[in-house]
Each structure stands twice: as C-alpha cells, then as structure tokens.
C-alpha cells in the first residue's frame, strides 16, 4: 500500500480536529520516558565517574534535546507508518490514521524537532552529543523505520540500536568522550530490545502479518520467536552484571541485577516452553508473554534507577572481585 494514499483511506466525515494530545502521542511519549530515563542515567554516572560537574541548566537543557529527538524520530515514525497503522487494530486510533493530523504535518514536525533537539543538545553540551543525538534520530527514522521495518525480520535486532543511544548521549554530554562503560549501557539496552519486542510481537502478529510486516513469528513463526527469546535472555542476564566488573556500578546494582536477571530468565524459560503465538494457543501461554514484555519494562527501568541512584545519590559501594 502506497504512503500517498493513506490520507485517501479516511472518510472526510471521519476527520476531527486535532488536540494537543494527539501531537504529543507523535511523539510516541511512553518510548520518549524511557529514551530521556537511560540518558539520564549516562548523564548521572559521567558526572559520578569523571569527576567532571555538568552546570544544572545546561544538563536540563541536554536533557530536554533528548526528549524532543525521541520526539522527532517517533513523529517521523508515525508519518511513514501511517498506512500500516491504518490496516492494525491496535495503531488504528493514532493521530495520522484517525485522520486527526495530516501526514504532511507530523514530517514536518518531526524534520523541525529534530533540528531544533541537535541544535539545542550542542548548544548545551558538545558537538559530539549532538552528532550522536542526529545518528540517533536518523537511525530510528530512517534506518529502522524505512529501510529495516518491512524489509527484514532482523528489524528489531538491527534497529533496537535506535533506542540504545540515550545513555551514551548522555554521557558525551558530559565528558565530550564515549568510553566503555557507556558502551556498556548502550549494550545492555541492546540486547535488551529483541526479547521486549518479541514478547509483545508473539501477542500480535496476526496484526503484523495483515499489514504485511515481517516480524520474526510472522517470518519464521512463534517457535523459532520463542527460541530467540531465550538465547537473548541468557546473553542479557550476565551482560546486565557487567557495569558491576568495570566498576561503573557497585553493591547495590550488583544484587539487583543478579535478582531480576535471574527473574527475567525464569520468564523467558516459561515462554519458550509455552506455545504463545500459536494458532490455539491457551490463555495462559499467552499471559507468560504478556508477563514477559511487562517485567521486562521493569527490569530495564530498575536496573538503570540503580545506576541513578548509585552515582547520583551516594549510594556506590564498589564490588571487590578476587
């Protein structure tokens, strides 16, 4: 289906005015609390870890460029999305589909948001930030979303870069530098992606395969989906204890991140025993998936509150390791 005809597909009479609500789920807000979260945490433990003071302003400044370019990358999202959100029930009601915003209108938004974010994220912090902040957008709003969606069942592998950014970003802010450890917070959010997103695509796939998009269990089924649910969860429960052995993070993350990596595998076991995603699946194989996505959204925002907690608040007690 031809991007141009989306705005063809909505009946005139169904066309409403646009609020301010609708410009604001654009911009994809629950994905922008979790962007601005782990660049925060970059920004706390820079700080913490070189010894270097970001003045306050500046930092709510950068962190503000954050924001408005997970914004802009989900405006621009939406806008080449649109005729398949159009033809799936769940994305059926957003602000382009429902006729609501023109397509026109939320590229445009997204292109000025984005220029404005990297100017303001250089302004406040370096040229590096900046530059990492438009790689970030332009991998999500081009690279993932034009060229990798619909093309490839590896979409969410390749293109959960996108969403890895922010922590590394928030470190540039910093120190103009982007040393291990924020590769290290970039890889966990990495690895992260494939068994968050494919729990919840395990749960809606049929919507998938009627917009003819080739996520994994549309392409290659539930099975193999389950399967790389847990080589994932066994690659990211260790990985999740490496700020422990660089020294980034101490005690306190350390047990946490033993106890919710240890949770996190026992869901991922449990999904990849079920038959969630399958044709006559039962109810409670589809709760192990649902139980998955949701505890992985908690893992991920405890883990990085750790590392906030831990470098922003005085609570690092360093881990000896023999």
Same mark, same amino acid.
């Given at each position: ?18 609020? #301010? ?38 930092? #709510? ?15 621009i999202?939406?806008?080449?999305? #649109? ?18 915003v ?40 081009w ?64 919507? /998938? ?42 005690m306190?993350?350390g ?10 595998l ?18 409670s ?30 609570? /690092? ?6």
């Open positions: 289906m031809a991007h141009t005809e989306t705005a063809e597909m909505i009946d005139p009479v169904a066309r409403r005015h646009a609020t #301010a609500a609708d410009y604001v789920q654009l911009m994809k807000p629950r994905i922008m609390m979790l962007v601005v979260f782990t660049a925060v945490a970059g920004l706390v433990a820079a700080q913490s870890v070189t010894g270097v003071s970001m003045n306050p302003v500046m930092a #709510a400044i950068a962190t503000l460029a954050v924001a408005l370019g997970s914004g802009a990358a989900g405006a999202n939406m806008w080449y999305d #649109a005729d398949i959100d159009a033809i799936m029930t769940r994305t059926s009601t957003r602000p382009i589909p429902s006729g609501a023109p397509r026109d209108e939320a590229l445009a938004m997204g292109l000025i948001m984005s220029g404005v974010s990297v100017l303001m994220m250089w302004l406040a912090s370096n040229a590096l930030a900046a530059l990492l902040l438009a790689g970030s957008i332009a991998y999500y709003g690279f993932y979303t034009m060229l990798l969606k619909r093309r490839t069942p590896q979409n969410i592998v390749i293109g959960g870069g996108a969403g890895a950014f922010p922590p590394v970003i928030g470190w540039a802010a910093v120190s103009g530098s982007t040393p291990l450890d924020a590769w290290i917070l970039f890889a966990i959010i990495f690895m992260w992606t494939p068994p968050h997103f494919w729990a919840l695509s395990l749960l809606a796939h049929k919507e /998938y395969a009627k917009a003819n998009v080739p996520m994994l269990p549309v392409a290659h089924g539930a099975k193999a989906t389950r399967n790389q649910i847990l080589a994932y969860s066994i690659v990211l429960a260790p990985l999740g204890l490496a700020p422990v052995i660089t020294g980034l993070a101490g306190l993350y047990i946490t991140a033993l106890v919710l990596g240890a949770v996190f026992v869901l991922a076991f449990n999904v990849w025993r079920s038959q969630a995603g399958d044709a006559g699946a039962p109810g194989d589809l709760k192990k998936a649902k139980g998955l996505f949701a505890f992985s959204i908690l893992y991920l925002f405890i883990l990085f509150a750790m590392i906030i907690i831990e470098r922003g608040f005085g609570a /690092y007690m360093p881990v000896t390791i023999a």
